[in-house]
Antibody
Framework: EVQLVESGGGLVQPGGSLRLSCAAS????????MDWVRQAPGKGLEWVGR??????????EYAASVKGRFTVSREDSKNSVFLQMKSLKTEDTAVYYC?????????????WGQGTMVTVAS | DIQMTQSPSSLSASVGDRVTITCRASQTISVYLNWYQQKPGKAPNLLIF???SLQSGVPSKFSGSGFGTDFTLTISSLQPEDSATYYCQQSYRTPHTFGQGTKLKIK
């Protein structure tokens, strides 16, 4: 069974930093792209960023709203993906989901973690 | 960025009804369109990928169609457990944008 478990969320002041982790199990982690998606309270879904696999040279991509502030990384030996967030803004307040990009060839998110809440407030 | 527009934003239907949700892309995305269901307090769940392929384990009451810029999600034989918010998402090009969601209420 595929499992994604996020951790690291919490309350942080504007301008602060936070690192989210996602531990994966139940599948060959190294084969898959891994993404982060967020959802502000009462709002819709927003794609945040991607970490590609070794075959695609571990390249990353980001939404414009977080580019230069957030960094996605992965450690295949630990079946984990991370989201380093810096210079946090109040508008970054959201539930952050770790998602697996499925093998369909259509880049669909076929598995989601339970989410971890990040609150940026003074 | 590719903009995704869903309609309606909300709808109410009765048990046993069939409903259709529409998603329009601001530019052609071939069949790179996915649908998700999200229940309150839960993570989204993939229903349909590639515009019309049913994700494993998803009931066949859910179906999708479309190509290019116009897509639909149809849910037949509605049951109370289908009450949720439904999102479309384009995966043709990053950023992989979502529609704003359609909240389905079962009367």
């Amino acid at each position: 069974e595929v499992q994604l478990v996020e951790s690291g969320g919490g309350l942080v002041q504007p301008g602060g930093s936070l690192r989210l982790s996602c531990a994966a199990s139940g599948f060959t982690f190294s084969d898959h792209y891994m993404d982060w998606v967020r959802q502000a309270p009462g709002k819709g879904l927003e794609w945040v960023g991607r970490a590609r696999n070794k075959g695609n040279r571990y390249t990353t991509e980001y939404a414009a709203s977080v580019k230069g502030r957030f960094t996605v990384s992965r450690e295949d030996s630990k079946n984990s993906v991370f989201l380093q967030m810096k210079s946090l803004k109040t508008e970054d307040t959201a539930v952050y989901y770790c998602v697996r990009v499925g093998p369909s060839g259509y880049d669909a998110f076929d598995s989601w973690g339970q989410g971890t809440m990040v609150t940026v407030a003074s | 960025d590719i903009q995704m527009t869903q309609s309606p934003s909300s709808l109410s239907a009765s048990v046993g009804d069939r409903v259709t949700i529409t998603c329009r892309a601001s530019q052609t995305i071939s069949v790179y369109l996915n649908w998700y269901q999200q229940k309150p307090g839960k993570a989204p769940n993939l229903l349909i990928f590639g515009a019309s392929s049913l994700q494993s384990g998803v009931p066949s009451k859910f179906s999708g169609s479309g190509f290019g810029t116009d897509f639909t999600l149809t849910i037949s034989s509605l049951q109370p457990e289908d009450s949720a918010t439904y999102y479309c998402q384009q995966s043709y090009r990053t950023p992989h944008t979502f529609g704003q969601g359609t909240k389905l209420k079962i009367k």
